[in-house]
């Protein structure tokens, strides 16, 4: 669940939702709703301060919610309360200031930051359970540190072909109690070692979805 779609909210709900995920976008601004509505699969106009608005919802069913109110210290507050109140353990909130975090660390936000657009794009990739770490350098080129997909599993790289099928740089992997190694083409892959991958954000997107 996604509420607030400002520059921060918008980005966050259309790069879930390029991944795969299912989400429900809410605002409480009609024009927003209808911007949003052509390529979103669920817009929701509602008020999410009120704890029952975000019962009738379905909030308790989703696996995270973002609460990306910007200017509207208060509104923002009382969301995050109500969500905390529904027993969500995985509320990601946007802040201001540092006050304005301090406030929402306190009333149940698990995760405060400071957005700007491309920081929204962030937090969309680190809600994937996939995507471990995630940095973009604003030209569609990013590096990402993921677990590893299924089809690569029990592979050397070369037979993977990973540049050739995905689009996608595999730099080095991190297996559990071993230290990093840059990536060889006959390097294998086991269950559990992350990937250290450059690509285009795009490309990386679908790789770390496989």
Not at 2 to 29: K, P, Q
Not at 124 to 139: C, P, Q, V, Y
Not at 171 to 182: L, N, P, S, T
């Amino acid at each position: 669940m996604v509420i607030g779609l400002g520059r921060f909210g918008g980005a966050v709900s259309r790069t879930l939702e390029r991944m795969g995920h299912e989400v429900l976008a809410v605002d409480t601004d009609p024009a927003l709703v209808q911007h949003f509505a052509g390529d979103l699969t669920k817009v929701v106009e509602a008020d999410a301060t009120e704890t029952t608005t975000l019962e009738r919802l379905g909030a308790k069913d989703f696996d995270a919610a973002v609460v990306a109110i910007g200017t509207d210290i208060e509104a923002s507050v009382l969301t995050v309360l109500a969500l905390a109140d529904l027993g969500l353990t995985n509320i990601w909130a946007k802040a201001t200031n540092e006050k304005h975090a301090r406030i929402l660390e306190r009333t149940g936000a698990t995760h405060v930051v400071f957005p700007e657009q491309r920081m929204g794009e962030r937090v969309a990739h680190l809600i994937n359970e996939r995507l471990l770490d995630f940095i973009s350098f604003g030209d569609e080129f990013a590096i990402a540190r993921l677990v590893a997909p299924e089809p690569l599993l029990g592979l050397p790289l070369v037979t993977s072909q990973c540049r050739k099928k995905y689009d996608v740089t595999v730099v080095g992997v991190k297996r559990e109690g071993e230290d990093f190694i840059h990536a060889v083409p006959d390097t294998l892959i086991f269950p559990g070692d992350e990937l250290v991958v450059s690509g285009r954000i795009h490309d990386l997107e679908a790789f770390s979805a496989m």
